[in-house]
């Protein structure tokens, strides 16, 4: 594909977190030195929130690269529709521990023992928790709750937590009083600047071994810019989609009309067919939560939330085949727009 016409070693704009492409902008750093931070001080919760594809996942990816594993035993936890009971079962089972058919009381208990152990062993327990704003305030409080294993002078279990902006709402609600005063950090992970979104790109060209084929003009970094408001997965989207139209139309240097021009396809591709309603909201009851509904009805909720988790793993790999199919039918078109006209077939044996 693209990544061979330009010299690339490897697709330099995927779409799922890879801490091998992490990009230190001021704000990844910040958050990067809260993380840490939480880290040395080994209790409490750290918070960390941030927009739709501001790579947190990232942050979080590269963090767990550099966790010394004969010091920390780490826990990460992405699927978050779920009721207190369940989140439990998540917790014990993100650990290694069982958890089928075992009681609230077998669980805590499971989990202490392991928490004690990992404390004898010299390590740490550290338990992080993406897509934190599902989350109600119940289960938080259950994960709040803990944060009372501890021995006489240390926790056993410490937390991270991340979501989008919505979730400081519901931190600084009136019940979440004592989870606040357990917080020894919070920070908010901002979109990059232009400047910054430039080097981000060209950052992850670079690790795939980019020596300036293709070219960006100013214009086109500005109207990348625009497009994605520094926000780092739209980047990666945008990104992906020009060069893909590089590599049909045989091109090694754009500019702003060029990219604009894969925008505007792009925007086209997410309209509604002309008389077309959107889809009705998927809320089951204003005001209702998992907690209340049928097991059979939260266990699809928890198996939507797999399968969405996965489909971001294989998002790509459907891209390339689709990049594949289309590669395909442009070289037969090629083939034909090449063969010179009037050219005479070899003919067959007699077909009369």
């Known amino acids: 594909m693209y990544e061979t016409f330009y010299g690339f070693s490897a697709k330099p704009f995927q779409l799922r977190p890879d801490p091998h492409f992490f990009f230190g902008s001021k704000g990844h750093k910040r958050a990067m030195a809260y993380l840490e931070y939480g880290l040395s001080q080994g209790e409490g919760f750290i918070i960390v929130t941030g927009e739709v594809g501001a790579g947190k996942t990232t942050l979080v990816r590269n963090l767990f690269n550099r966790l010394p594993s004969d010091q920390i035993v780490a826990a990460h936890i992405v699927n978050t529709h779920l009721d207190p009971d369940d989140t439990l079962r998540m917790v014990v089972s993100a650990f290694g521990l069982p958890y089928e058919g075992a009681s609230k009381t077998d669980l805590l208990t499971r989990l202490e023992k392991f928490l004690c ?62 989870l606040r005063q357990r917080v020894i950090a919070s920070y908010h992970l901002g979109p990059m600047d232009a400047q910054e979104t430039r080097a981000y790109i060209e950052h992850r060209l670079a690790t795939v071994g980019w020596n300036g084929d293709p070219s960006f003009d100013d214009g086109a970094h500005a109207a990348i810019y625009a497009y994605s408001g520094g926000i780092p997965r739209k980047v990666n989207t ?62 699809l909720d928890q198996r939507v939330g797999e399968r969405r988790v996965a489909s971001v793993e294989v998002l790509d790999e459907r891209m390339m085949r689709l990049e594949k199919s289309i590669v395909s039918v442009l070289s037969i078109l090629k083939k034909i727009v090449a063969t010179p006209q009037g050219a005479v077939t070899q003919p067959m044996d007699n077909q009369e």
Do not use: C
């Open 117 to 178: 152990d990992v404390d004898h062993q010299g390590k740490r327990a550290l338990l992080v928790i993406d897509e934190a704003q599902n989350l109600s305030a119940r289960t938080v409080e259950e994960l709040r709750m803990l944060s009372n294993f501890q021995t006489d002078d240390k926790s056993l279990l410490q937390t991270f937590l991340l979501g989008q902006p919505e979730f400081r709402a519901t931190l600084h609600s009136p019940g979440m009083q004592q």
């Open 238 to 299: 945008l990104m992906d989609r020009v060069l893909l139209m590089g590599y049909l139309e045989e091109m090694h240097a754009f500019t702003e009309a060029d990219v604009n021009t894969v925008i505007s396809d792009i925007s086209e591709e997410f309209q509604l067919p002309e008389g077309q309603a959107p889809a009705p909201s998927q809320d089951i009851l204003p005001g209702s939560s998992l907690g209340s509904l049928p097991q059979e009805l939260r266990t």
